[in-house]
């Protein structure tokens, strides 16, 4: 049949034969001259590719290979289906065409085109299936069923920037004696020297509460706890609760067991108010265990980010994809913006044989610039008895700055805070952060709490790390 006619950018007149009912989306990128380009793909940030018959319908076209899912392709009648010679005099020029099923991608800033992704070496010898090179951002629009639209795009190499923040680390310290063994997975700021913390294994959302009062140059004074009677007097139970964030005299707490976000008074009572969870996040979609763990909440931008801990399950074309997903004050989702995490320091077979081992995004914190803080954390804990687990364990923790405001690179571009690692003596499994108060000097504070995991057999403390960002 022939399909109606949609108008992408700079577009007019554009008319195609089909017998798909989707809307067809044909990208235009303009790739720097003596790249290789190994792969294509059009990756929505918002919802999913609902493929025909299981299988992805999309043609990716250089000039000299016509390919469709990274294989040759011989039919003189797909061959036609690209319509046109690729001509471009300033690098080379690939077209990538999808159909897309109906009500698939909507609003702005709708997919990512990834160009060029390259086999290479990790630190131990193995080759890794794929590492970003180009991506770029695609501005988007409502696509209805039939229409035909194209978007042209000029790919971002992707790389580490630099960023115009001091941070100072100041010593962890230990609270254990202070607050009991626990499991402490994520914290947020209320005023003074109070803070909510979430307890993982407690009931309702986990609420406890911490006054944490710091000296001017940022290090504790000491640390108290209570909790509140919403939190000890209710039923409800296993929802492993991760994340925290203070909104308006209100706490929204994610969970992990079933992929919520929930409001909660600061009596740890809910409200029966929810963040509306897009679909393409719900609990199916995810690695078990691996959910909402990050949640942070800036009341100048009015808005609320969180990712999963892991990347979803269809997300394994780019090993560390991560998909940042924001909320308005409104409760309902908005921005979504794609991450990817820096590859693991161990390696397969030694992650395969470990007592403990896991990589992945717990925390974030939005700055008042709309800049986003993502803390990165892979913790490992050899196999073995006491003494070879607590000499071999390690955790690499890493602070990055990325801005999902203003990059229009598709992948976040990246730039590093501070990393540090902690080991035996000190291990410390960071899963919280939040701002906290500005000091005399004009600092702001970064708080960063553990999850002991109740002391596991005595390898490790609660512990709360200061940092002071200028």
Same mark, same amino acid.
């Given at each position: 049949?022939?399909?109606?006619?949609?108008?992408?950018?700079?577009?007019?007149?554009?008319?195609?034969?089909?017998?798909?009912?989707?809307?067809?989306?044909?990208?235009?990128?303009?790739?720097?001259?003596?790249?290789?380009?190994?792969?294509?793909?059009?990756?929505?940030?918002?919802?999913?590719?609902?493929?025909?018959?299981?299988?992805?319908?999309?043609?990716?076209?250089?000039?000299?290979?016509?390919?469709?899912?990274?294989?040759?392709?011989?039919?003189?009648?797909?061959?036609?289906?690209?319509?046109?010679?690729?001509?471009?005099?300033?690098?080379?020029?690939?077209?990538?065409?999808?159909?897309?099923?109906?009500?698939?991608?909507?609003?702005?800033?709708?997919?990512?085109?990834?160009?060029?992704?390259?086999?290479?070496?990790?630190?131990?010898?193995?080759?890794?299936?794929?590492?970003?090179?180009?991506?770029?951002?695609?501005?988007?629009?409502?696509?209805?069923?039939?229409?035909?639209?194209?978007?042209?795009?000029?790919?971002?190499?992707?790389?580490?920037?630099?960023?115009?923040?001091?941070?100072?680390?100041?010593?962890?310290?230990?609270?254990?004696?202070?607050?009991?063994?626990?499991?402490?997975?994520?914290?947020?700021?209320?005023?003074?020297?109070?803070?909510?913390?979430?307890?993982?294994?407690?009931?309702?959302?986990?609420?406890?509460?911490?006054?944490?009062?710091?000296?001017?140059?940022?290090?504790?004074?000491?640390?108290?706890?209570?909790?509140?009677?919403?939190?000890?007097?209710?039923?409800?139970?296993?929802?492993?609760?991760?994340?925290?964030?203070?909104?308006?005299?209100?706490?929204?707490?994610?969970?992990?067991?079933?992929?919520?976000?929930?409001?909660?008074?600061?009596?740890?009572?809910?409200?029966?108010?929810?963040?509306?969870?897009?679909?393409?996040?719900?609990?199916?979609?995810?690695?078990?265990?691996?959910?909402?763990?990050?949640?942070?909440?800036?009341?100048?931008?009015?808005?609320?980010?969180?990712?999963?801990? !892991?990347? @979803? =399950?269809?997300?394994?074309?780019?090993?560390? #994809?991560?998909?940042?997903?924001?909320? &308005?004050?409104? /409760?309902? +989702?908005?921005?979504?913006?794609?991450?990817?995490?820096?590859?693991?320091?161990?390696?397969?077979?030694?992650?395969?044989?470990?007592?403990?081992?896991?990589?992945?995004?717990?925390?974030?914190?939005?700055?008042?610039?709309?800049?986003?803080?993502?803390?990165?954390?892979?913790?490992?804990?050899?196999?073995?008895?006491?003494?070879?687990?607590?000499?071999?364990?390690?955790?690499?923790?890493?602070?990055?700055?990325?801005?999902?405001?203003?990059?229009?690179?598709?992948?976040?571009? !990246?730039? @590093? =805070?501070?990393?540090?690692?902690?080991?035996? #003596?000190?291990?410390?499994?960071?899963? &919280?952060?939040? /701002?906290? +108060?500005?000091?005399?000097?004009?600092?702001?504070?970064?708080?960063?709490?553990?999850?002991?995991?109740?002391?596991?057999?005595?390898?490790?403390?609660?512990?709360?790390?200061?940092?002071?960002?200028?």
């Amino acid at each position: 049949m022939m399909a109606s006619v949609g108008y992408g950018a700079g577009v007019s007149g554009v008319q195609t034969d089909s017998l798909e009912t989707g809307a067809f989306v044909l990208v235009r990128a303009v790739v720097p001259n003596g790249m290789s380009v190994s792969d294509v793909r059009l990756l929505p940030t918002m919802g999913e590719i609902r493929f025909f018959d299981g299988a992805t319908r999309y043609l990716v076209i250089d000039r000299e290979n016509l390919t469709i899912e990274g294989e040759p392709m011989d039919n003189a009648e797909n061959k036609d289906a690209t319509n046109g010679e690729i001509k471009s005099a300033d690098g080379k020029t690939v077209e990538v065409m999808l159909v897309l099923p109906e009500q698939n991608l909507k609003g702005s800033d709708v997919a990512v085109l990834v160009v060029g992704t390259e086999l290479f070496v990790n630190q131990y010898g193995t080759w890794m299936e794929s590492q970003v090179v180009y991506t770029a951002k695609v501005a988007g629009e409502k696509l209805e069923s039939g229409g035909v639209y194209i978007w042209e795009t000029q790919p971002v190499k992707w790389e580490y920037i630099n960023n115009n923040l001091n941070v100072s680390a100041l010593y962890q310290t230990n609270i254990t004696s202070q607050v009991g063994s626990g499991e402490y997975s994520g914290i947020t700021y209320i005023s003074g020297n109070q803070y909510a913390v979430v307890h993982d294994k407690l009931n309702g959302g986990g609420l406890t509460l911490f006054d944490i009062p710091l000296y001017p140059d940022g290090s504790i004074v000491r640390v108290t706890k209570s909790v509140p009677a919403g939190t000890s007097g209710s039923a409800v139970s296993s929802r492993d609760n991760e994340g925290v964030a203070y909104v308006d005299g209100k706490l929204f707490i994610s969970a992990e067991a079933d992929q919520s976000i929930r409001e909660y008074t600061l009596q740890g009572k809910e409200t029966g108010r929810a963040l509306a969870v897009p679909s393409d996040l719900s609990p199916d979609k995810i690695q078990g265990n691996a959910g909402f763990e990050a949640l942070t909440y800036n009341a100048k931008t009015e808005r609320f980010w969180t990712v999963t801990e !892991k990347p @979803l =399950l269809a997300d394994d074309f780019i090993e560390g #994809l991560m998909r940042l997903q924001s909320f &308005g004050k409104n /409760l309902k +989702p908005s921005q979504r913006a794609l991450y990817l995490m820096d590859y693991p320091n161990k390696s397969e077979n030694e992650v395969s044989g470990a007592y403990a081992y896991v990589h992945g995004v717990p925390a974030l914190a939005e700055l008042d610039d709309g800049r986003l803080i993502v803390l990165e954390r892979e913790v490992y804990v050899p196999n073995g008895n006491v003494l070879v687990k607590a000499l071999g364990a390690r955790t690499w923790t890493k602070l990055y700055l990325v801005d999902p405001v203003n990059d229009k690179s598709g992948i976040l571009r !990246k730039s @590093l =805070l501070t990393s540090f690692i902690t080991s035996s #003596l000190n291990l410390a499994n960071f899963e &919280g952060m939040c /701002l906290g +108060p500005k000091q005399e000097d004009g600092s702001q504070v970064l708080i960063l709490i553990a999850d002991s995991q109740n002391g596991s057999g005595g390898l490790t403390k609660e512990y709360i790390k200061v940092l002071l960002i200028r």
